[in-house]
């Protein structure tokens, strides 16, 4: 099988070499209009030879776009339109409503699977891929209904092989829930990253207080701003109702701490703990 | 050597088990309140035998004070009253300067050595001590000019050969910067844990979209409220200054949002970026 991979980055470049591992017959067509990130991807394994975006895509069985979404929102007609009518298009972004509405009425939309692997790290580019990324994460498929049965079928087998989980959803409904689950936590880590740096003049500090409590709360800080950047402009009301959410509860708390109202701040703590068992559950079901 | 410790926590726990690591004929007398925890402590080796408060204190070489602190400003007088006067108190509270005042002017102040060590995990009670939790992590000194120096020096001694890196400084400069490099994240992570429990009323949207970043982001928000609600009434006014900067800069997060500025928040990403080279030079502190 011709999997032409648009974005050699982390996510791109680690479903490359998952495919590599689990389908060794696949030929990696890799696309970038990075030719750096193109030579190293080709020097890590990561694609088997490099294509122009048009070539690669009317050459291939299945297309990956793994690219930045608002790049996304401009190549996924024109991925469309050059696609041969039996290969199948995927995308990878981390919005999904605006790109369903921009598939919505292409006479190909039928070979377009919209999908959104639940899998990052805080590293990006072609160094920071690795085959065992997806492994044990959740996929999730929007507007499945949309899609031809062969397309979802497919996509199925390729990410149940990587021991995914499958989950489906409205593509509306997706970005809701993303923004609480998965936006709203880069931002509060960006946000708190930025108030110790511009706090923490003398570095030093920082160096000799941070424990394993603040790296983890402030890791994802260290994410590509380019991949984020457009994420909080297509995804920006359902955000920007999380924000408002998060401030307040916020606001709530120092009000409790200026307060020195104790009873109070222990039950809030104690509700806020809830999140382990729930945590667990998750845990529970990826070693499962 | 006797060592009493004071609650066989996490903390007082995992000194106890590095203790007996590093110093073998080390015996550690366990106090709790909790005849439960002090039965658990005993079975895990954590202590060697169980006595009351006083006699514990009494009868020690070294005393340390690992409980919440606010049953810490009780504790310390009392501990100092007790102790014998070539013996040493030492305590692992988050907060350093009230208890540095409550020890200022009693007779035996320089018996007292004030720690904070930089290690925690979100877990508690003995069952969560572990023998490498200070290992390769930060020992905070707060005035140790108002020691006696053979105490500091034992102290020294002690956690050295924990390979703990040690650092010095005045208690109202520890309390300041400890509110945004660890209370703060913190507070950053059971607001979101509590915004994201109150908003996904159905689990199964957690369950089905959190990654890795969201359970990092959420980790601290599983943190001990027994412990940490008199850690935020203490340091009430350090914190509350730290969550003002926070909210300020999530509020204009926001803003940047709501006007999909993508160019003003690529930047303040990039900003937020630099925080990878801060906590890359931990890293190779630590592993130095």
């Known amino acids: 099988m011709n999997v032409c991979v648009v974005g050699l980055g982390l996510l791109g470049g680690s479903f490359a070499l998952a495919m ?18 193109a030579d190293k991807a080709l020097k890590l ?9 048009d070539e690669g895509i009317s050459t291939c069985d299945l297309a990956v776009l793994a690219t930045p979404v608002n790049v996304m929102h401009r190549q996924l007609p024109e991925a469309l339109d050059l696609l041969d009518e039996k290969a199948i298009l995927i995308d990878f972004g981390s919005t999904k409503e605006a790109l369903c509405e921009i598939a919505e009425n292409h006479p190909k939309r039928g070979r377009y699977v919209a999908l959104h692997p639940i899998a990052g790290t805080e590293n990006s580019g072609p160094e920071a891929a690795f085959a065992h990324l997806l492994h044990n994460k959740m996929m999730i498929f929007c507007e499945v209904n949309r899609s031809d049965k062969d397309a979802v079928d497919l996509n199925k087998r390729i990410f149940k092989s990587m021991n995914m989980h499958l989950s489906y959803m409205g593509a509306a409904e997706h970005d809701l829930h993303i923004a609480y689950v998965s936006h709203l936590s880069h931002i509060s880590s960006f946000a708190l990253g930025l108030t110790v740096l511009e706090k923490e003049k003398n570095e030093k500090n920082i160096f000799n207080m941070a424990g394993s409590g603040f790296s983890s709360t402030v890791r994802l800080a260290k994410s590509s701003p380019e991949m984020w950047a457009p994420i909080f402009k297509q995804n920006g009301e359902n955000i920007s109702e999380a924000l408002d959410a998060y401030i307040q509860k916020l606001v709530e708390f120092k009000e409790i701490i200026d307060n020195r109202n104790d009873g109070e701040s222990l039950k809030e703590m104690r509700k806020a703990n809830e999140i382990r068992r729930v ?7 990826k070693v499962s």
């Open 45 to 53: 394994g990561i694609a088997d030879e490099i294509k122009e975006y």
């Open 279 to 285: 945590l667990a559950g998750i845990q529970k079901k």
């Open 20 to 37: 590599k591992e689990k389908f060794p017959e696949t030929n990696i067509i890799g696309v970038d209009k990075n030719p750096e990130n």
